[in-house]
């Protein structure tokens, strides 16, 4: 089955770096892409950034533009989210999860998933 796991989650202080990264299985991963949200305490689960199929289009957060970068490895089925300058505002548990559409195999057969998969999520604190 589809899985996402999600690692590179703690602490940091204002100022500081963190990399996010997510290892996707169960899926191939090169037919959809892949977006990294987050939820903030007492907030809404928001878009922060995303990535195509292929790699060529990335679209960010005004919130995080120019501080927050999205990369995926094909090699290991990962995609990254570095984070620099990171502020008390980038506090949140962040998720990734996949673009709809996905292509899986079961049954003998390929399907298209007709919603997104979810990683569990990690707690990014960030303390001034």
């Known amino acids: 089955q589809v899985q996402l796991v999600e690692s590179g989650g703690g602490s940091a202080q204002a100022g500081g770096s963190l990399q996010l990264s997510c290892r996707a299985s169960?899926?191939?991963?090169?037919?959809?892409?892949m977006e990294w949200y987050r939820q903030p305490p007492g907030k809404e689960r928001e878009l922060v950034s995303s990535?195509?199929?292929?790699?060529?289009?990335?679209t960010y957060a005004d919130s995080v533009k120019g501080r927050f970068t999205i990369s995926q490895d094909h090699a290991r089925n990962t995609v990254n989210l570095q984070m620099n300058s990171l502020k008390t505002e980038d506090t949140a548990v962040y998720y990734c999860?996949?673009?709809?559409?996905?292509?899986?195999?079961?049954?003998?057969?390929?399907?298209?998933?007709?919603?997104?998969?979810w990683g569990q999520g990690t707690q990014v604190t960030v303390s001034s």
């Open positions: 999860a996949t673009d709809v559409g996905c292509l899986y195999f079961s049954g003998g057969d390929y399907y298209r998933a007709n919603s997104k998969y």
């Open positions: 990535i195509s199929a292929n790699g060529e289009t990335t």
């Open positions: 169960g899926y191939i991963f090169s037919s959809c892409g």
